[in-house]
């Protein structure tokens, strides 16, 4: 093993930068555990935010857009068709049209590939799952099971465009359907959805506290809270090119929701907290 523990990934590093970023004396031991400690094994790769303005690519979108830079393998010529799907438990607040940061600064970093060579003039698709109201009231708690679901009515007022990239909380394959979701995940999968190209399970909701927005004036990204997680790519784990999505094959990628997704039908409006007060 290398005599420092650190694996393919940077793990180490990236998980010590993580832990040292809080500045707090009383992490000072477990930094010196993690330090001693052998990642040489791990296969995927930290994610994380910390509050603050940055000018590298360490964090937040701007680490998933280095990673999948480097990483991911989707065809330049099947860019368009490879759909980002980003499921949350909470949504943030975006402005008065998606361009100004959901198919903007998010969409961008979250579909970068190797091989790029130019901006697409049409974007990739944009899919939200979050639960809608007859999701959760379907849930195994009823309205209850919305606690854990805190985006909120003033929110969405301001930015009803939103119901047109969002789709239900849907888990029959996993048996999840009624059990409402606190996990947040992203990935990329292919237009017959049998491949995905990445799958990040992190803390970050979709939004610009947790991924961070891109300061115009000076390009730092300011980033407003602590986030992290951990991104699978296919190289490292699978040494293939893609995670296939085929429950029959042992090292097939297990989405924790039905793909495709189903979109929100007219009448439906998402989940917000006010249905608790």
Not at 9 to 28: D, G
């Given at each position: 093993?290398?005599?420092?523990?650190?694996?393919?990934?940077?793990?180490?590093?990236?998980?010590?930068?993580?832990?040292?970023?809080?500045?707090?004396?009383?992490?000072?031991?477990?930094?010196?555990?993690?330090?001693?400690?052998?990642?040489?094994?791990?296969?995927?790769?930290?994610?994380?935010s910390?509050?603050?303005?940055?000018?590298?690519?360490?964090?937040?979108?701007?680490?998933?857009?280095?990673?999948?830079?480097?990483?991911?393998?989707?065809?330049?010529?099947?860019?368009?068709?490879?759909?980002?799907?980003?499921?949350?438990?909470?949504?943030?607040?975006?402005?008065?049209?998606?361009?100004?940061?959901?198919?903007?600064?998010?969409?961008?970093?979250?579909?970068?590939?190797?091989?790029?060579?130019q901006?697409?003039?049409?974007?990739?698709?944009?899919?939200?799952v979050?639960?809608?109201?007859?999701?959760?009231?379907?849930?195994?708690?009823?309205l209850?099971?919305?606690?854990c679901?805190?985006?909120?009515?003033e929110?969405?007022?301001k930015?009803?465009?939103?119901?047109?990239?969002?789709?239900?909380?849907?888990?029959?394959?996993?048996?999840?359907?009624?059990?409402?979701?606190?996990?947040?995940?992203?990935?990329?999968?292919?237009?017959?959805?049998?491949?995905?190209?990445?799958?990040?399970?992190?803390?970050?909701?979709?939004?610009?506290?947790?991924?961070g927005?891109?300061?115009?004036?000076?390009?730092?990204?300011?980033?407003?809270?602590?986030?992290?997680?951990?991104?699978?790519?296919?190289?490292?784990?699978?040494?293939?090119?893609?995670?296939?999505l085929?429950?029959g094959?042992?090292?097939g990628?297990?989405?924790?929701?039905?793909?495709?997704?189903?979109?929100?039908?007219?009448?439906?409006?998402?989940?917000?907290s006010?249905?608790?007060?």
């Open positions: 093993m290398p005599c420092d523990g650190e694996s393919p990934t940077f793990f180490k590093r990236s998980l010590l930068r993580y832990l040292n970023h809080y500045h707090m004396p009383q992490l000072a031991h477990y930094v010196e555990r993690v330090k001693r400690c052998d990642f040489s094994h791990i296969n995927v790769f930290l994610v994380a910390a509050p603050g303005s940055h000018f590298d690519m360490d964090w937040a979108l701007t680490r998933v857009g280095s990673l999948l830079r480097q990483h991911c393998c989707v065809p330049p010529a099947e860019q368009r068709h490879w759909t980002l799907l980003a499921q949350a438990s909470s949504l943030g607040s975006y402005g008065k049209e998606p361009k100004l940061w959901l198919t903007g600064d998010f969409l961008h970093y979250f579909t970068k590939i190797r091989n790029q060579s901006m697409l003039s049409s974007p990739p698709d944009l899919k939200l979050y639960p809608s109201l007859e999701n959760v009231k379907q849930s195994h708690d009823g209850l099971g919305g606690g679901l805190p985006y909120a009515a929110a969405h007022a930015q009803p465009w939103l119901n047109n990239y969002l789709y239900q909380w849907r888990a029959t394959s996993t048996h999840r359907d009624r059990a409402m979701p606190h996990i947040k995940s992203y990935t990329r999968v292919s237009r017959d959805h049998k491949r995905a190209a990445y799958f990040l399970l992190t803390s970050a909701n979709v939004s610009k506290a947790a991924w927005s891109i300061n115009k004036g000076n390009a730092a990204l300011r980033v407003m809270s602590y986030e992290a997680g951990v991104l699978l790519l296919p190289r490292f784990v699978i040494n293939e090119d893609f995670f296939p085929d429950e094959r042992g090292n990628l297990v989405i924790p929701y039905d793909i495709p997704p189903q979109k929100y039908t007219s009448d439906m409006s998402p989940w917000v006010d249905y608790l007060m």
